[in-house]
């Protein structure tokens, strides 16, 4: 457990004061989000009191406020009533294994959900088509929502399905797998392609994010054991609360 001097220390090391632009709150936000990303403060850390944080850095306890608030606010911190500010837990997905987003979830102990955006039956887009191999304008199920953790916004998914793989989209309640399970359908296996992205306008304010805030975009093309395409989803994962982590053997050559 790092230490309230530590803390501090390491937050006079940013140069807050000259840390890119704006109000003194998002400079601290910057500093502190730094410190985290570094593995100086580490997951359920405790951050230093709001007076001490203004009393050691020389700044106003508004200005530590307003930052405490935004952090939190963007899934950086959690606040436990009576205890404290803390750094906050970061999902991890191994990406050797083909599961779900609620799989996932549950499997951590944790509560997955879903604001539904979108339910529609359509025709395939081109682009829609070509990672389904479907021929053009062929029906397919479409489904975007916001998905949660303990109700905490983590992604934006778009999924597209076969509409003769999943005749209706109002059968996806929780899981889209659960729902192909049904027909025999999930999938056996995934091509996933990962890039960073920065969230637009539209997107941060659906996550509750700061516009320009950093994303991990993941398009992923599932498959049946025979081979034949299932599933194509795009989503856009918040940077700040998702970890991928890949396992790799080294070529003894």
């Keep these: 457990m790092i230490s309230t001097a530590d803390v501090i220390a390491s937050l006079r090391a940013r140069d807050i004061e000259n840390i ?3 109000p003194l709150y998002r400079r601290l936000q910057t500093a502190i989000k730094a410190v985290i990303d570094d593995g100086i403060l580490k ?5 230093p ?3 001490d944080l203004a009393n050691e850095l020389g700044i106003s306890r508004v200005t530590v406020r307003n930052s405490m608030r935004a952090l939190v606010e963007e899934g950086v911190l959690v606040q436990r009533h009576g205890a404290g500010t803390f750094v906050a837990p970061r999902v991890e997905q191994a990406l050797s294994r083909l599961t779900s987003f609620t799989e996932d979830m549950i499997t ?3 509560n997955p959900g879903a604001v539904w955006i979108e339910k529609t039956l359509g025709h395939a887009s081109p682009e829609e088509a070509m990672a389904l ?3 053009p304008g062929t029906e397919v199920t479409r489904l975007r929502r916001l998905r949660t953790a303990n109700e905490k916004p983590m992604a934006l998914e778009y999924a597209v399905v076969p509409r003769a793989f999943l005749p209706s989209p109002e059968e996806v309640e929780k899981s889209l797998y659960d729902a192909l399970a049904k027909y025999g359908k999930k999938p056996e296996r995934a091509l996933q392609r990962l890039r960073a992205e920065l969230f637009d306008g539209e997107t941060a304010k659906i996550l509750g994010v700061p516009d320009g805030s ?3 975009y993941i ?3 599932s498959f049946l054991a025979n081979g034949t395409p299932v599933e194509f989803t795009r989503s856009y994962y918040r940077g700040d609360s998702y970890d991928f982590i890949a396992e ?3 070529d003894a050559r």
């Design 20 to 22: 890119g632009h704006g």
């Design 43 to 47: 997951v359920d850390d405790a951050l």
């Design 49 to 51: 009191s709001e007076r």
């Design 108 to 110: 951590r102990g944790m």
């Design 133 to 135: 191999n479907l021929s």
């Design 214 to 216: 950093a994303a991990l």
């Design 219 to 221: 398009e992923r093309r």
């Design 248 to 250: 790799m053997q080294v």
